[in-house]
């Protein structure tokens, strides 16, 4: 289904976050709009989450993956899933959304809502909302509001920012610490190289121009 630039925007920066982070967790692959399955009688039954991080991550068959089945060996459900809300069929990703990855075993569900197309039927609109499940593994919601809420399965905190029309991750509540994407830490990276040379060249610029002081004085 064709999606909007809101949408589209929101699963590519959370998949670009999620996937930079990742490098530095084992085993772990992030994926985009790939089939979870659970059913093996029915496996047309699932869900497509927007991303969502598979830990362990499953094997390839011939290089490549096309679905995750959880009743195959080293294919495991989700620890973490992101639903962007679609403004087209809201009530799927607030209603029927949790009972299926609640089926499926997936550790966590974050549903963003960008434009709080949520149906107040429902109780929403809400920005963020968080499924886990419990200690008596039952799939709850544990938040349903703006945020921030502490993600365990992720060790992080999920952010809204830009006035809660983008969704990000942080080490701290207050969003000061955010998770870069690949693109961002390089940009950092290069910045913090660039002001060191900058501050070589000044301290360079200092040390010939209290030389040549000193020699004029000689």
């Given amino acids: 289904m064709p999606q909007s630039i809101v949408h589209n925007d929101s699963t590519g920066l959370i998949e670009a976050i999620l996937s930079f982070r990742a490098r530095s967790w084992p085993n772990t692959q992030i994926v985009r709009d790939l089939a979870i399955r659970w059913d093996e009688s029915n496996p047309k039954i699932g869900v497509d989450p927007d991303v969502c991080v598979l830990c362990p ?3 390839l068959e011939n290089g490549d993956l096309r679905s995750v089945r959880t009743w195959v060996p080293g294919h495991k459900a989700p620890t973490f899933a992101v639903e962007v809300v679609s403004n087209t069929n809201p009530r799927k990703d607030y209603e029927i959304a949790p009972e299926k990855y609640a089926e499926s075993g ?4 974050c ?3 960008p434009m709080l197309a949520g149906p107040k039927s429902l109780g929403g609109p809400y920005r963020l909302q968080l499924w886990r499940h419990d200690e008596s ?3 709850r919601r544990v938040h349903a509001g703006s945020g921030p809420v502490y993600s365990p399965a992720i060790g992080g905190y999920l ?3 830009e006035g809660g029309r983008k969704l990000r991750i942080a080490d701290d509540e207050a969003g000061i610490h955010l998770w870069p994407t690949a693109e961002e830490a390089e940009r950092s990276a290069k910045e913090v190289e660039r002001k060191a040379k900058e501050e070589a060249l000044l301290r360079v610029a200092f040390l010939e121009a209290a030389l040549h002081t000193s020699t004029k004085k000689e």
């Fill in 137 to 139: 593994g039952e799939f």
């Fill in 57 to 59: 991550a499953p094997p």
């Fill in 159 to 161: 952010v809204l920012v």
């Fill in 111 to 113: 549903i963003f809502d």
């Fill in 106 to 109: 997936t550790g966590e569900l």
